[in-house]
């Protein structure tokens, strides 16, 4: 019974495609998350939604387009995909926006994402 | 300078050593102090946290924080294989976000 659901697992495409990543929490969470984990396994907040709310969008390219549709779920569309965008994309969610503490952020088991 | 540095490894030590790992930070307004637990190829998941200053202990694990020097640990007694991972610290200064550090890879050889 997966907590945090994200399709697909693998990604490999080419340079300049535009692609999309989906995420799922049955958790009944308020806030969701999209992290970023580069080769060196530095983990960074990309975006994060509290209720369908855009609430924290980090210095990305505008490239990389999140949708909430509902509390439920988070995507990740990005476009014109380039070399550095390979990394694994990590969705998360958390009872409310922080995930500090005992409100604990719980994640997703990553999409590989490799642009050839 | 990031503002959480966390030695990456890897450190490698035989079943039954204590293990200390270590993350130190820049940022006085860090309250909240994580320590996450991610096996290869998933997705991390938390271990402890702390808030403040302060010891916390969980079974084998104890997490520490020293806010005057900026620096936390967690120390792993009795380490295991299974215990074989990155662990990354993540830190909160109360607000919507954690930061991450860099993570630190532990091997346990039988």
């Given at each position: 019974d997966t907590a945090v659901s994200q399709t697909p697992k693998y990604l490999v495409t080419q340079m300049g495609n535009?692609?999309?990543?989906?995420?799922?929490?049955?958790?009944?969470?308020?806030?969701?998350?999209?992290?970023?984990?580069?080769?060196?396994?530095f983990l960074k907040i990309m975006f994060s939604y509290n209720n369908k709310e855009l609430i924290i969008n980090e210095t990305v390219p505008n490239r990389f387009s999140p949708k909430s549709p509902d509390k439920a779920h988070l995507n990740l569309?990005?476009?014109?995909?380039?070399?550095?965008?390979?990394?694994?994309?990590?969705?998360?969610?958390?009872?409310?926006?922080?995930?500090?503490?005992?409100?604990?952020?719980?994640?997703?088991?990553?999409?590989?994402?490799?642009?050839l | 300078q990031k503002e959480v540095e966390q030695d990456p490894g890897p450190l490698s030590v035989p079943e039954?050593?204590?293990?200390?790992?270590?993350?130190?930070?820049?940022?006085?307004?860090?309250?909240?102090?994580?320590?996450?637990?991610?096996?290869?190829?998933?997705?991390?998941?938390?271990?402890?946290?702390?808030?403040s200053s302060g010891n916390k202990e969980d079974g084998r694990f104890t997490a520490?924080?020293?806010?005057?020097?900026?620096?936390?640990?967690?120390?792993?007694?009795?380490?295991?294989?299974?215990?074989?991972a990155t662990y990354l610290c993540a830190m909160s200064p109360n607000t919507d976000k954690l930061i991450f550090g860099t993570g630190t890879r532990l091997q346990v050889f039988p």
């Open positions: 535009d692609k999309s990543i989906k995420c799922e929490q049955n958790l009944g969470h308020d806030t969701m998350y999209w992290y970023k984990q580069d080769s060196k396994k569309h990005i476009n014109s995909l380039e070399l550095g965008d390979s990394a694994v994309y990590f969705c998360a969610s958390s009872r409310t926006s922080g995930g500090w503490g005992d409100n604990e952020q719980f994640f997703g088991p990553g999409t590989r994402l490799t642009v | 039954g050593a204590i293990v200390s790992l270590n993350c130190t930070y820049s940022n006085s307004a860090f309250q909240y102090f994580m320590w996450y637990r991610q096996y290869s190829r998933k997705g991390p998941e938390l271990l402890m946290y702390t808030y520490q924080v020293d806010k005057s020097s900026k620096y936390i640990s967690l120390f792993i007694r009795d380490s295991q294989p299974s215990d074989s």
